[in-house]
């Protein structure tokens, strides 16, 4: 099966720009996750879709970052106005039917704010 | 709430060495526990999966264990070669949860 796709692979923006990150998840995965990997630190879950409905969006920071997942599909991921902080990887992943089914990343969209 | 922890953060080995990396999590209740590799600027990719049932998991010259009682498991890696070397994670989910809690990794490098 085709794999987890983000684009694009790297993306470097000055300060108060906004960028947006794009997810096509696993065919027929129900469960799709936004991760943020800062340089030197594990990811951190920032949203969970379930379908297009939100699961949990607890770790967003909803002043600056908003996600959709139209239609139960793809997913856009939004920073506006970035910070120098938002320096990370940022990760997508999806699962056929949520943890006990274990879950697959993408390769992950490297952002630079400068 | 759940803490996960990796030690060594960092390993530096000869070619051929068998080697254990060692995560520990907090809340024993968990359904199951992934490892993952991540090479340098790259995404995650899975290794193995452990449902709270096994006790073990086993893919060609890697085997995870998974010991929920003491709050650990363990990857190991058979003869290790220099494509190995990477970050190797462990996550295990937030009790009641899809949300996974992520070590901060081992960093393995395999010299030749």
């Known amino acids: 099966e085709a794999g987890v796709a983000q684009s694009p692979r790297y993306k470097i923006i000055e300060k108060r720009q906004s960028v947006a990150f794009w997810c096509n998840p696993i065919?027929?995965?129900?469960?799709l996750y936004w991760y943020q990997q800062i340089l030197g630190q594990g990811p951190k879950l920032l949203i969970q879709f379930q379908n297009n409905g939100v699961v949990d969006d607890s770790q967003l920071p909803k002043d600056r970052f908003s996600a959709e997942r139209l239609k139960g599909v793809d997913s856009t991921l939004k920073i506006q106005p970035a910070k120098l902080e938002d320096s990370a990887v940022y990760l997508c992943a999806s699962s056929r039917g949520g943890g006990p089914y274990g879950y697959t990343f993408g390769s992950g969209t490297r952002l630079t704010v400068v | 709430k759940q803490e996960v922890t990796q030690i060594p953060a960092a390993l530096s080995v000869p070619e051929g060495e068998n080697l254990v990396l060692n995560c520990s999590f907090t809340?024993?209740?968990?359904?199951?526990l992934q490892w993952f590799r991540q090479d340098p600027g790259k995404g995650l990719t899975s290794l193995l999966l452990i449902q709270s049932s096994q006790r073990e998991q086993t893919s060609g010259r890697l085997n995870a264990s998974l010991d929920k009682s003491s709050g650990r498991s363990t990857l190991y890696i058979a003869a290790s070669q220099p494509g190995d070397s990477a970050t190797y994670l462990c996550a295990a989910p937030l009790a009641n949860t899809d949300k996974l809690i992520f070590g901060t990794g081992t960093r393995l490098q395999v010299f030749p």
């Open positions: 809340d024993s209740a968990i359904y199951n």
């Open positions: 065919s027929g995965h129900a469960t």
